[in-house]
């Protein structure tokens, strides 16, 4: 599932290359040049070069969190490293923009994260450790008089879309920032016997190594610089995030879900905390959610991203985020841009007659400008006929119009950091994969238009194998993205490229539902998952076997995680011609999923009521309960119709996807007679996180693969019919 967490359901790493970057650069973080595109091509340019293997992951870094210094010449940023046992850690880099060197902030072994400038630029707050303990630190620019400020604490409690965690005063003098207090059912909840009163009594999807929500609270905090003196300006049993002090200092904004019983209903408002007092007001009641406010640098308007419609999910929406603004007291609420795609986290222009933005677009994530006085949206990056993602990003005021530094992901590089001043080109400043990627080649992503049997147009994303060579077959691995509200791209993907290096075509399908496409697109799916989607996956199947006379039907794989895993699981139930599936965390029984995941609205949002209720799929339908139709849809219902080979992957911990689905199917699997297997990650949760893992779930699924591609007779191309 998830759509609009952090990483949190993602199986495999996202990106992982260094590429060849334009002559006019600006220095790479104190490094040589990169790679020049002799040393670094595309899969057709070389004969004979390096491929990435698996065990690559634990030398890849990519840039996460991107900060401008208010005057633009520094740029905090955050690297993830892989090279360590267990997860990826992320560690904080001040760059200088005109020389290119760049200063770790902590030592080498320790993690930092979330670096925040003061509104001067004299100081860097971030999380990070010193000798007298962790919590958030505060530096020189340059790293230096760094000094522990105040512990955190934090909580595993399920807060879908948090945003910011520091906030400077604009005066400099003090941090806001966000930790966690006992609830009031901790006590009971941690004794013996556990007593469980929480309807939400699991924790969030990608904790990993607990059952069960520790009942912590979050709430804002304030610290003095000089004193290192802390107050608790918030309190009560709600959840507090998404900090952003105001520019004359009085108040500071803040996101809660302030509902009668908010384990229940999901619904996110804007809030103001006097900064001395604590007192709260409301700046927006709204049957909706809101996320990340952000007030202009004149303090009279609040941007943020918002939803219309009454019924959302914590944990994904159908509903796409657009961009808001307000004035002060939360008034004149309007939608900034009428872009009909999801739109992320807004930043005022140093200005304030702009705002800043994101939009997932067709498999790409670009970065768009639209004056608040009305007009066209401009792209920003990446250009327009240009592919990428962009990740984190900042703006800071230059001497030549907005400077604005971003990660950007494109099919050639990771995540890498990019500055663009005024109007110029944009250009790299960082190649943190330099000697990783030296002489290995790239698989080409292509474009694919897929026309469904009902007429609607989807769009798909194949990485040919390395040394397609005339007259030969190649395997084809259908990749299906989670959500289902999300979207894959021409982005670099580290398993597509392993499995291109291995001979493998990956094909990744934005079905209906995706991202990207629309509203009319994302709500596509709504009272029929394990439907129409399914049957786009198909659709795309056959499109490239149509179009790539190379690929070798006979040997297909499937995979998936979360919603991808879900869709798996029920695509073999539909056809034999699969000779191996792969599902990670998927759902095999939708009634019992809904009632064991950590969450219990995300149903109703997709079908417009809950299990036990009276359901409609359409006007002219007679009504019948949902969770028979549930029923219907469940790949469990329909084991006997298997004949693919199945490898479950599953993380022990999974409270998003309980690991239940993975051992119902299989076992039912078993008692039909077909070959599979289960593997079971620990300390994992809703995806697999830990290096050594990822890397684990590649091999198998390799080994998987390989050991079914060559026992199979013709696949069929009709699908079975519902029972």
Do not use: C
């Not at 210094?69 to 997860?87: E, K």
């Not at 959840?239 to 996110?268: A, K, Q």
């Not at 990660?407 to 943190?432: C, H």
């Amino acid at each position: 599932m998830h759509d609009h967490r952090s990483a949190a359901t993602k199986l495999a790493v996202v990106a992982a290359l260094a590429a060849a970057y334009a002559s006019t650069r600006l220095p790479l973080h104190g490094q040589p040049a990169p790679p020049s595109s002799a040393s670094v091509q595309p899969a057709s340019a070389l004969s004979a070069r390096a491929t990435f293997q698996s065990s690559d992951l634990y030398r890849l870094k990519s840039v996460g969190d991107v900060q401008m210094s208010p005057d633009g010449r520094r740029i905090a940023y955050s690297v993830q490293n892989n090279d360590r046992p267990g997860r990826p850690y992320s560690q904080v880099w001040i760059l200088d923009v005109a020389t290119g060197k760049a200063v770790r902030l902590g030592s080498d072994q320790e993690a930092a994260s979330g670096p925040r400038w003061s509104r001067d630029g004299a100081q860097i707050a971030y999380f990070g450790r010193e000798e007298s303990g962790a919590g958030v630190v505060v530096s020189r620019p340059d790293g230096s008089g760094a000094v522990l400020l105040a512990p955190v604490s934090g909580t595993n409690h399920p807060l879908p879309s948090d945003g910011e965690r520091l906030a400077w005063s604009p005066d400099g003098r003090q941090v806001a920032f966000i930790s966690a207090t006992p609830g009031p059912e901790t006590e009971n909840a941690n004794g013996d016997p556990m007593v469980i009163t929480r309807y939400l009594y699991k924790p969030t999807a990608s904790e990993g190594l607990t059952r069960f929500n520790d009942n912590r609270r979050l709430h804002v905090f304030v610290v003095d610089i000089a004193s290192r003196q802390v107050r608790q300006l918030t309190r009560g049993d709600y959840y507090e995030h998404s900090i952003e002090w105001s520019p004359e200092g009085g108040e500071i904004l803040f996101v809660s879900n302030r509902e009668p019983d908010p384990d229940r209903v999901f619904n996110y408002d804007v809030f103001a905390a006097h900064a001395a007092s604590g007192d709260v007001r409301r700046l927006t009641d709204t049957p909706n959610a809101e996320y990340r406010p952000i007030w202009s640098p004149n303090g009279k308007m609040v941007a943020y991203l918002g939803t219309r419609r009454s019924l959302t999910s914590s944990e994904t929406t159908m509903e796409d985020t657009h961009v808001w603004v307000m004035d002060g007291i939360g008034g004149s609420r309007r939608e900034l841009v009428s872009i009909d795609n999801r739109q992320g986290q807004p930043q005022w222009s140093p200005a304030g007659d702009s705002v800043y933005f994101t939009v997932q677009e067709r498999g790409n994530v670009r970065l768009y400008r639209m004056a608040t006085a009305g007009g066209a949206p401009t792209v920003v990056a990446p250009a327009p006929g240009e592919r990428g993602s962009v990740g984190s990003w900042s703006i800071a005021k230059g001497a030549n119009g907005d400077v604005i530094a971003y990660a950007l992901t494109t099919p050639t590089t990771p995540s890498e950091l990019f500055v663009k001043q005024g109007g110029g080109a944009a250009k790299a400043v960082t190649s943190l994969n330099r000697e990783l990627v030296a002489g290995k080649s790239i698989a080409d992503t292509e474009s694919l238009q897929v026309k469904t049997a009902d007429g609607l147009s989807v769009e798909a994303f194949l990485t040919r194998p390395l040394d397609v060579k005339p007259g030969a077959k190649y395997p084809l691995i259908v990749m299906i993205h989670g959500g289902p509200h999300g979207q894959q791209g021409p982005a670099f993907n580290m398993k597509a490229q392993v499995y291109a290096a291995k001979g493998y075509a990956a094909l990744m399908v934005n079905y209906r539902g995706s991202t990207g496409y629309g509203q009319k697109f994302a709500d596509a799916i709504f009272n029929d998952q394990d439907g129409g989607e399914g049957r786009d996956v198909l659709a795309g199947v056959d499109a490239a076997l149509a179009k790539y006379p190379w690929l070798d039907a006979n040997r297909l794989g499937i995979e998936g995680g979360s919603y991808g895993g879900q869709l798996t699981d029920w695509l073999i139930t539909q056809t034999p011609r699969f000779k191996a599936a792969v599902p990670a965390a998927g759902i095999a029984n939708l009634v019992s999923f809904n009632y064991m995941s950590y969450y219990h609205d995300y149903l109703a949002v997709e079908f417009g009521v809950l299990p036990h209720q009276q359901w409609k799929p359409n006007d002219k339908a007679a009504p019948r309960r949902l969770s028979d139709f549930l029923w219907e849809r469940s790949a469990l219902r329909y084991v006997d119709k298997v004949k693919t080979p199945v490898m479950f992957v599953h993380g022990e911990n999974d409270n998003d996807v309980p690991i239940a689905e993975a051992e119902q199917y299989f076992i039912a699997l078993k008692d039909a007679g077909v070959e599979t297997i289960m593997v079971r990650y620990p300390r994992e949760g809703h995806g697999v996180r830990e290096t050594k893992h990822q890397i684990d779930v590649i091999d198998r699924s390799i080994a998987w693969y390989e050991k079914h591609f060559h026992a199979g007779s013709a696949p069929s191309q009709q699908l079975d019919k519902q029972s």
